[in-house]
Nanobody, 124 residues
Framework: QVRLVESGGGLVQPGGSLRLSCAAS????????MGWYRQAPGKERETVAS???????NYADSLMGRFTISRDNAKNTIYLQMNYLKPEDTAVYYC??????????????????WGQGTLVTVSS
């Protein structure tokens, strides 16, 4: 079983910054792509940014320049540095990982895992 735990969300004023973290744990052989997604109230979940195991990044066009995704493979952790936050950035931010796992019952298998989400509120 693989688990993703996000942290770092909270309340911040417009123009402020936050850094989110997402740590993966469990029976992990390898983590391929990892990414951040967000879902604002009343809206569909959208992609924020992703990063490959080798460090190649992709961003939603509207967020490039304000958000930065990074990764520490030794810690199975990704980060999202969010700067110049706007009220429209308010959302629950979710972490996702494309993993290869091993268990005695199921052997080696590919597994997509989601975290529980962390709330980011941008408001004065």
């Amino acid at each position: 079983q693989v688990r993703l735990v996000e942290s770092g969300g909270g309340l911040v004023q417009p123009g402020g910054s936050l850094r989110l973290s997402c740590a993966a744990s469990g029976s992990i052989i390898r983590i391929n792509d990892m990414g951040w997604y967000r879902q604002a109230p009343g809206k569909e979940r959208e992609t924020v940014a992703s990063i490959t195991n080798g460090g190649i990044t992709n961003y939603a066009d509207s967020l490039m320049g304000r958000f930065t995704i990074s990764r520490d493979n030794a810690k199975n952790t990704i980060y999202l540095q969010m700067n110049y936050l706007k009220p429209e950035d308010t959302a629950v931010y979710y972490c996702n990982a494309d993993t290869w796992t091993f268990t005695k019952n199921e052997g080696v298998r590919s597994l997509q895992v989601w975290g529980q989400g962390t709330l980011v509120t941008v408001s004065s």
